[in-house]
């Protein structure tokens, strides 16, 4: 869907709408190549405050020529906002990590991936936010993306509560792990979902509904 930001951000009118590029390349309208900008969307209430914000790339570096090959370029976004209703703030963080063909198993690029990654939200981010991580890291349990986020006292909450599997039946392959969602002890979990239906994709959404400890 090569609209398909406008198209959510339609559906969600009263949310700020922010979208990070990472490349541009052609999608195909039958024989008609169509210019179309791939990234990462952040959509936020608009009854929340954004304070502050950081957007960069985890991998690589903009593509604007053409997908290429993986690992493509990658990139994150974090949001600092300010809960009225809680006198808080919060930072929220997200980051679709760098797929690679050989698998989801660590290696050099995911580990630079990863401290990117943790300096983004570290830098976005103050002491005593509630923060929470979240995207399609493409990792496995126990990797080191999952090891760096936890020196900033952030704890995954899909394998932390017994998820094994975050893809839908549109996933034919093993292993079912790529989403995770992490917090800190700043924040209140309230319900914490991996959404088995309805499918709109490979991957099964994650949903958090928390309050910001005070």
């Known amino acids: 869907r090569a609209n398909?930001?406008?198209?959510?951000?339609?559906?969600?009118?009263?949310?700020?709408a922010f979208?990070?590029?990472?490349?541009?390349?052609?999608?195909?309208?039958?024989?008609?190549?169509?210019?179309?900008?791939?990234?990462?969307a952040t959509f936020v209430r608009g009854d929340l405050v954004v304070i502050g914000q950081a957007q960069g790339f985890v991998h690589g570096d903009y593509?604007?020529?053409?997908?290429?090959?993986?690992?493509?370029?990658?990139?994150?976004?974090?949001?600092?906002?300010?809960?009225?209703?809680?006198?808080?703030?919060?930072?929220?963080?997200?980051?679709?990590g760098l797929r690679?063909?050989?698998?989801?198993?660590?290696?050099a690029a995911r580990l630079v991936q990863a401290e990117r990654f943790k300096g983004m939200i570290r830098a976005?981010?103050?002491?005593?936010?509630?923060?929470?991580a979240a995207g399609d890291f493409n990792v496995l349990p126990g990797s080191v993306t999952l090891r760096r986020l936890g020196d900033l006292g952030l704890i995954d909450l899909v394998t932390g509560r017994g998820h094994t599997d975050t893809r839908t039946s549109h996933y034919r392959k093993e292993p079912r792990y790529a989403d995770y969602l992490l917090v800190n002890d700043r924040v209140r979990v309230e319900e914490f979902a991996v959404v088995a239906q309805p499918e709109v994709s490979d991957h099964r959404p994650l949903m958090l509904d928390f309050v910001p400890a005070t």
């Open 63 to 96: 593509a604007a020529t053409g997908w290429g090959p993986h690992p493509r370029a990658r990139n994150a976004h974090v949001v600092r906002i300010f809960d009225h209703a809680a006198r808080r703030p919060v930072t929220i963080a997200q980051m679709h």
């Open 4 to 16: 398909l930001f406008r198209e959510v951000g339609e559906a969600l009118p009263s949310h700020q």
């Open 124 to 132: 976005a981010s103050r002491p005593g936010d509630a923060v929470v």
């Open 19 to 40: 979208f990070c590029v990472a490349a541009r390349g052609d999608l195909f309208r039958g024989d008609e190549p169509v210019g179309t900008e791939w990234g990462l």
């Open 100 to 107: 690679d063909p050989a698998g989801k198993a660590d290696t």
